[in-house]
T-cell receptor, first 114, second 112 residues
Framework: DAGVTQSPTHLIKTRGQQVTLRCSPKSGHDTVSWYQQALGQGPQFIFQYYEEEERQRGNFPDRFSGHQYPNYSSELNVNALLLGDSALYLC?????????????FGPGTRLTVT | QKEVEQDPGPLSVPEGAIVSLNCTYS??????FMWYRQYSRKGPELLMYTYSSGNKEDGRFTAQVDKSSKYISLFIRDSQPSDSATYLCAMSIGGGADGLTFGKGTHLIIQP
Protein backbone atom coordinates (compact mmCIF):
# COMPACT_ATOMS: atom_id res chain seq x y z
CA ASP A 1 0.00 0.00 0.00
CA ALA A 2 1.71 3.17 -1.24
CA GLY A 3 1.83 6.00 1.25
CA VAL A 4 1.76 9.70 0.46
CA THR A 5 4.31 10.63 -2.19
CA GLN A 6 5.71 14.06 -3.03
CA SER A 7 7.88 15.44 -5.80
CA PRO A 8 10.44 16.78 -6.20
CA THR A 9 12.50 15.96 -3.11
CA HIS A 10 14.58 19.12 -3.26
CA LEU A 11 14.25 22.35 -5.18
CA ILE A 12 16.32 25.51 -5.43
CA LYS A 13 14.69 28.66 -6.80
CA THR A 14 15.56 32.33 -7.09
CA ARG A 15 13.61 35.11 -5.38
CA GLY A 16 10.70 36.24 -7.55
CA GLN A 17 10.32 32.93 -9.37
CA GLN A 18 7.34 30.59 -9.24
CA VAL A 19 7.33 26.96 -8.07
CA THR A 20 4.97 23.97 -8.30
CA LEU A 21 5.08 21.08 -5.85
CA ARG A 22 3.19 17.82 -6.33
CA CYS A 23 1.53 15.30 -4.04
CA SER A 24 -0.18 11.93 -4.51
CA PRO A 25 -2.37 10.85 -1.57
CA LYS A 26 -2.37 7.52 0.20
CA SER A 27 -4.53 4.89 -1.49
CA GLY A 28 -8.18 5.31 -0.48
CA HIS A 29 -7.75 8.93 0.61
CA ASP A 30 -9.50 11.82 -1.12
CA THR A 31 -8.53 14.87 0.94
CA VAL A 32 -5.16 16.62 0.67
CA SER A 33 -3.75 19.23 3.03
CA TRP A 34 -0.57 21.25 2.59
CA TYR A 35 1.74 22.50 5.33
CA GLN A 36 4.85 24.66 5.53
CA GLN A 37 7.53 23.74 8.07
CA ALA A 38 10.31 26.26 8.70
CA LEU A 39 13.51 25.03 10.32
CA GLY A 40 13.01 24.35 14.02
CA GLN A 41 9.25 24.98 13.86
CA GLY A 42 6.14 22.84 13.72
CA PRO A 43 4.23 22.56 10.43
CA GLN A 44 1.83 25.40 9.61
CA PHE A 45 -1.41 24.69 7.75
CA ILE A 46 -1.63 26.29 4.29
CA PHE A 47 -4.87 24.88 2.84
CA GLN A 48 -6.92 21.74 2.27
CA TYR A 49 -8.48 20.35 -0.91
CA TYR A 50 -11.48 18.06 -1.21
CA GLU A 51 -13.56 17.31 -4.30
CA GLU A 52 -11.21 19.51 -6.33
CA GLU A 53 -12.02 22.59 -4.27
CA GLU A 54 -10.14 24.51 -1.60
CA ARG A 55 -12.32 24.15 1.43
CA GLN A 56 -10.18 25.49 4.24
CA ARG A 57 -7.23 27.89 4.31
CA GLY A 58 -4.69 28.91 6.92
CA ASN A 59 -3.08 32.31 7.34
CA PHE A 60 -1.11 32.38 4.09
CA PRO A 61 -1.16 35.05 1.34
CA ASP A 62 -2.77 34.37 -2.03
CA ARG A 63 0.71 33.90 -3.53
CA PHE A 64 0.07 30.35 -2.32
CA SER A 65 -2.47 28.54 -4.47
CA GLY A 66 -3.33 24.95 -5.20
CA HIS A 67 -5.21 22.50 -7.28
CA GLN A 68 -6.67 19.04 -6.88
CA TYR A 69 -7.20 16.66 -9.79
CA PRO A 70 -9.99 14.07 -10.24
CA ASN A 71 -7.56 11.31 -9.18
CA TYR A 72 -7.14 13.23 -5.86
CA SER A 73 -3.53 14.23 -6.51
CA SER A 74 -2.71 17.84 -5.73
CA GLU A 75 -0.35 20.68 -6.55
CA LEU A 76 0.89 23.60 -4.47
CA ASN A 77 1.92 26.70 -6.39
CA VAL A 78 3.87 29.58 -4.90
CA ASN A 79 4.32 32.79 -6.91
CA ALA A 80 6.78 35.64 -6.44
CA LEU A 81 9.01 33.61 -4.14
CA LEU A 82 10.51 35.31 -1.10
CA LEU A 83 13.56 34.24 0.89
CA GLY A 84 11.17 33.48 3.77
CA ASP A 85 9.42 30.84 1.67
CA SER A 86 12.43 28.55 2.17
CA ALA A 87 11.03 25.60 4.12
CA LEU A 88 10.00 21.95 4.05
CA TYR A 89 6.61 21.69 2.33
CA LEU A 90 4.55 18.77 3.54
CA CYS A 91 1.50 17.17 2.02
CA UNK A 92 -0.91 15.13 4.15
CA UNK A 93 -3.82 13.01 3.03
CA UNK A 94 -6.94 11.79 4.81
CA UNK A 95 -10.39 10.46 4.08
CA UNK A 96 -13.37 12.77 3.98
CA UNK A 97 -15.45 12.87 7.18
CA UNK A 98 -17.21 9.58 7.82
CA UNK A 99 -14.27 7.50 6.64
CA UNK A 100 -11.63 8.17 9.26
CA UNK A 101 -9.86 11.29 10.43
CA UNK A 102 -6.13 10.69 10.61
CA UNK A 103 -3.82 12.75 8.42
CA UNK A 104 -0.80 10.93 7.02
CA PHE A 105 2.19 12.92 5.82
CA GLY A 106 4.51 12.51 2.89
CA PRO A 107 8.29 12.93 3.05
CA GLY A 108 8.12 16.59 2.03
CA THR A 109 9.75 18.82 -0.56
CA ARG A 110 12.61 20.97 0.67
CA LEU A 111 12.47 24.36 -1.06
CA THR A 112 15.42 26.73 -0.91
CA VAL A 113 14.95 30.29 -2.20
CA THR A 114 18.16 32.21 -2.93
CA GLN B 1 0.43 33.48 23.25
CA LYS B 2 0.58 30.70 20.67
CA GLU B 3 -2.41 28.38 20.33
CA VAL B 4 -0.27 25.33 21.13
CA GLU B 5 2.75 25.48 23.42
CA GLN B 6 5.40 22.77 23.46
CA ASP B 7 8.84 22.84 25.09
CA PRO B 8 11.39 22.47 22.27
CA GLY B 9 13.98 20.76 24.51
CA PRO B 10 16.30 19.07 23.89
CA LEU B 11 15.19 16.41 26.37
CA SER B 12 17.91 13.85 27.03
CA VAL B 13 17.18 10.62 28.96
CA PRO B 14 18.98 7.28 29.40
CA GLU B 15 17.87 4.19 27.50
CA GLY B 16 15.07 2.32 29.27
CA ALA B 17 13.66 5.42 31.01
CA ILE B 18 10.04 6.52 30.84
CA VAL B 19 9.70 9.67 28.75
CA SER B 20 6.98 12.26 29.30
CA LEU B 21 6.22 14.80 26.57
CA ASN B 22 3.59 17.52 26.99
CA CYS B 23 1.66 20.26 25.24
CA THR B 24 -0.74 22.92 26.43
CA TYR B 25 -3.27 24.70 24.27
CA SER B 26 -5.60 27.66 24.48
CA UNK B 27 -8.46 26.88 22.05
CA UNK B 28 -11.16 24.95 23.92
CA UNK B 29 -12.77 23.98 20.58
CA UNK B 30 -10.03 21.45 19.83
CA UNK B 31 -11.50 17.93 19.90
CA UNK B 32 -8.90 15.74 18.14
CA PHE B 33 -5.36 15.32 19.44
CA MET B 34 -2.40 13.68 17.75
CA TRP B 35 1.23 12.93 18.32
CA TYR B 36 3.65 12.69 15.41
CA ARG B 37 7.28 11.59 15.38
CA GLN B 38 9.62 13.29 12.95
CA TYR B 39 13.14 12.14 12.19
CA SER B 40 15.59 14.70 10.83
CA ARG B 41 14.67 15.92 7.34
CA LYS B 42 11.73 13.46 7.06
CA GLY B 43 7.95 13.81 7.08
CA PRO B 44 6.02 13.45 10.36
CA GLU B 45 4.83 9.92 11.22
CA LEU B 46 1.52 9.52 13.06
CA LEU B 47 1.98 7.78 16.44
CA MET B 48 -1.22 8.36 18.37
CA TYR B 49 -4.66 9.78 17.62
CA THR B 50 -7.25 10.49 20.30
CA TYR B 51 -10.65 12.11 20.44
CA SER B 52 -11.73 14.25 23.39
CA SER B 53 -10.47 13.45 26.90
CA GLY B 54 -9.05 10.18 28.17
CA ASN B 55 -6.17 7.76 27.68
CA LYS B 56 -5.09 5.63 24.76
CA GLU B 57 -2.36 3.01 24.79
CA ASP B 58 -0.50 1.46 21.86
CA GLY B 59 2.49 -0.71 22.68
CA ARG B 60 5.09 1.38 24.50
CA PHE B 61 3.15 4.62 23.86
CA THR B 62 0.36 6.12 25.98
CA ALA B 63 -1.45 9.34 25.08
CA GLN B 64 -3.43 11.31 27.64
CA VAL B 65 -5.80 14.22 27.06
CA ASP B 66 -7.14 16.46 29.83
CA LYS B 67 -9.49 18.93 28.17
CA SER B 68 -10.41 20.61 31.45
CA SER B 69 -6.76 21.66 31.87
CA LYS B 70 -6.09 22.01 28.11
CA TYR B 71 -3.12 19.67 28.52
CA ILE B 72 -2.03 16.62 26.56
CA SER B 73 0.78 14.15 27.20
CA LEU B 74 2.63 11.34 25.48
CA PHE B 75 4.44 8.72 27.55
CA ILE B 76 7.07 6.40 26.10
CA ARG B 77 7.97 3.33 28.15
CA ASP B 78 11.25 1.41 27.86
CA SER B 79 12.71 4.14 25.65
CA GLN B 80 15.16 3.06 22.93
CA PRO B 81 17.87 5.00 21.05
CA SER B 82 15.69 4.61 17.94
CA ASP B 83 13.07 6.77 19.71
CA SER B 84 15.43 9.74 19.35
CA ALA B 85 13.52 12.21 17.17
CA THR B 86 11.37 15.33 17.33
CA TYR B 87 7.88 14.73 18.74
CA LEU B 88 5.14 17.04 17.51
CA CYS B 89 1.77 17.43 19.15
CA ALA B 90 -1.09 18.47 16.87
CA MET B 91 -4.76 19.16 17.34
CA SER B 92 -7.84 20.13 15.39
CA ILE B 93 -11.51 20.92 15.75
CA GLY B 94 -12.77 18.58 13.02
CA GLY B 95 -10.21 15.76 12.83
CA GLY B 96 -8.84 14.94 9.38
CA ALA B 97 -11.39 17.23 7.78
CA ASP B 98 -9.61 20.16 9.34
CA GLY B 99 -6.22 21.86 9.24
CA LEU B 100 -4.02 20.72 12.11
CA THR B 101 -2.45 23.15 14.57
CA PHE B 102 0.99 21.97 15.67
CA GLY B 103 3.28 22.66 18.56
CA LYS B 104 6.88 23.54 17.88
CA GLY B 105 8.06 19.99 18.61
CA THR B 106 10.25 18.53 21.38
CA HIS B 107 13.65 17.19 20.39
CA LEU B 108 14.15 13.91 22.31
CA ILE B 109 17.54 12.20 22.73
CA ILE B 110 17.75 8.68 24.18
CA GLN B 111 21.27 7.98 25.41
CA PRO B 112 22.49 4.35 24.94
Amino acid sequence: DAGVTQSPTHLIKTRGQQVTLRCSPKSGHDTVSWYQQALGQGPQFIFQYYEEEERQRGNFPDRFSGHQYPNYSSELNVNALLLGDSALYLCASSRAPGGGYEQYFGPGTRLTVT
Amino acid sequence: QKEVEQDPGPLSVPEGAIVSLNCTYSNSAFQYFMWYRQYSRKGPELLMYTYSSGNKEDGRFTAQVDKSSKYISLFIRDSQPSDSATYLCAMSIGGGADGLTFGKGTHLIIQP
